[in-house]
């Protein structure tokens, strides 16, 4: 059906708001996980996003604040970012929709209260009810084996859950080799420090294990800033060697998340961590030299996307995904995801909400339909104006691409 002027604004409207999403990079868990699900108003408030918020907003000494139990950080974070000044932040922002949406009356001051709407709730049931109302089809999780609690869990039973897919983390590996000697030795790899063949296979035989029960979509990375491709260092053998022909052979994509600078304030744990502008030459010469690799990419740095558009261009090896950590912000996300639907058409992944708390799912999602609305509101405008004749299936299949089906093409 064509579509016309008076009524392409509510065509997109309705069609962003009932597409379902994939969420392709969380930081959730199903229930199965036990405490590494976070939710409810106690997590909302000590998201990192909010205590490097409240800390500055209101400075303590940092080890004081450690000291507090989850619900005295909570009690501060919400004193100071929302009953001494409106909760303006898309962070603080975020958090007044989620109340919104799950019927809690956002000008509720009581902070107790708010808390026991959450106590009441069965836990399976809510991550229904979010994915359900966030419009999400299911999230991908970040999987570390690295990290002891989340072996355990994994170690408990395998993943069955339909809103949860799985992501294979391995940063320590190509971040810290030094420290993955230990750990894999740990884990009954014999590997030394020079990655000698007998390490290489052993690296092999991590990647089997974990890719064998954890059955992930792709595997991942985040990297810093100065990160070079190829160079004479450990990273580069454990690419070439290892993970890259295995990601070949099990046809499984790699997530590079560049850009982040670590513990820029290390008192500040994991609210702590920095962005760095990255040197993407590398980037170039794995799509270049590695065809037969596939690379979802998201950069942490303002300053990169434009060249990221770029080198999407040359590169059908490479996807580029999301508005990463400090860049999910709307006045960033419109013009990053202006700027490449303008330089890539539909050939990318807009957005991924990096949730770590389930009722996150409720604000992270909403905020970014909102935006993307608006965007092809005015794109389909222009391109009307043009003289192209628009039709609602037309706008349907396309919004369905950047929303779900470019993950699911290039993630098989
Ligand atoms: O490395 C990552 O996956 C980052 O997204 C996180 O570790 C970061 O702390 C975060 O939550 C950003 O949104
Ligand atoms: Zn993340």
Redesign the pocket.
Known sequence: MTVTPQTLNSIIDNIVHCTPVVDM?T?LYPPAFGPLLQWGIDDLLTY?YLVAEGIRTAPMPLDRFWSLTKKEQAGYVWEHLFLRRAPISEACRGVVTCLQAVGIDPRERSLDAIRSFYQGLNREEYVETVFTKANVKYAVM?NDPFDPAERQAWEKAPLNHPRFHAALRMDPLLMNWETSVSLLRDMGYEVNHDLNDKSQGEIRRFLEKWTDRMKPRYLAV?LTPDFLYPDDSLRTRVLDACILPFARERNLPFAL?IG?RRQINPALK?AG?GVGRAELSGLIQLCLQHPGNRFLVTLLSRENQHELCVIARKFPNLMPFGC??FL?NPSLIEEITRQRIEMLGWSFIPQHS?A?VLDQLLYKWPHFRRILVRILIEKYTDLVRSGWNVTEEEIRRDAARLLSDNFESFVP
């Open positions: 990079h930081h990192h970040t985040s998340m982040v994991l961590d990463w950590w999910n990096d770590r």
